[in-house]
């Protein structure tokens, strides 16, 4: 016998008016997780699609987007249901509750928990080493970063950091198509980026198509991804705040697309 390794198969499934929930399904042990879910339908219509059993029911925070068809799903499915300890309270009801630094398992893949405040104080990110993938929701997004409604900048810009310290050949599993929107901003902070430039064509290009932008790969959000790059001298000096720490031109450039 050949020594062989299944990579685990991640499935986006759109949601909603622009959500998107994902699927991993761990071909060894026949295991299935969904990351999200903000209604039960087009999740069972792509389970059954595909003749998976969905084992488990991952959540990244508490917003209704991301959580309001999980007890249809769960009734529908007798999944486990993971989502963060912190925000216990206001979450569907948790069979495992998690926070930072927890390794937990879908069938044989170890899923690392990255506390990601900034969106929400309980955001919780998940990394899958085996499917080099992260589920990210409403923290790092494609070409941009969720609004700040509970943390601070300066926590934002650490749970970015976090994000940004994985592979670079990561794929981003974000929760929304809002990239379009986002990369006309992007372009307003690093007008001369030209990575940037290229993406926003092909950014263009896909939605054009009705073809999804995420997910997306580490590497190009840390090449053109504003949020991601205050750290960035160029971008400093262009926004008058030289020699500032990233922090403060991160929380220049969240409150300027707010304004967008
Ligand atoms: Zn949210
Ligand atoms: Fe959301």
């Not at 925070?61 to 068809?69: A, L, N, R, S, T």
């Not at 092909?202 to 949020?227: D, G, Q």
Request: aromatic share 6%.
């Amino acid at each position: 016998m050949p020594d062989t390794q299944v990579s685990p198969e991640i499935v986006t499934v759109a949601c909603l008016a622009d959500n998107y929930a994902f699927l991993v399904h761990d071909h060894l042990s026949g295991a299935t997780a969904v990351f999200d879910v903000p209604e039960a339908a087009p999740i069972m219509a792509a389970l059954a699609a595909r003749g998976w059993q969905l084992s488990d029911i991952v959540i990244t925070h508490h917003h209704g987007d991301h959580i309001d068809g999980v007890a249809e799903l769960r009734a529908a499915t007798g999944a486990k249901v993971w989502g963060a300890r912190a925000d216990a309270h206001r979450l569907p009801p948790l069979d495992h509750a998690l926070a930072e630094g927890d390794r937990v398992a879908i069938g044989q893949l170890v899923v690392h928990v990255i506390d990601v405040p900034g969106h929400t104080v309980g955001h919780v990110a998940y990394h899958l080493p085996a499917a080099k993938a992260v589920f990210t929701a409403d923290s790092l997004m494609a070409l941009g970063c969720g609004r700040l409604f509970e943390g601070s900048a300066a926590q934002m810009w650490d749970s970015l950091q976090k994000l940004a310290a994985l592979p670079p050949d990561t794929l981003v599993c974000s929760g929304h198509e809002y990239t379009a929107s986002n990369a006309r901003f992007a372009l307003t902070i690093e007008p001369d980026n030209p990575a940037l430039i290229s993406r926003c064509e092909e950014i263009a290009s896909a939605r054009a198509a009705n073809r999804p932008t995420v997910p997306s790969i580490l590497a190009t959000e840390l090449a053109t991804n504003p949020f991601l790059r205050a750290n960035q001298s160029g971008i400093a000096q262009r926004l008058g705040l030289d020699g500032q720490e990233p922090a403060v031109v991160f929380a220049r450039i969240r409150s300027l697309k707010d304004s967008f």
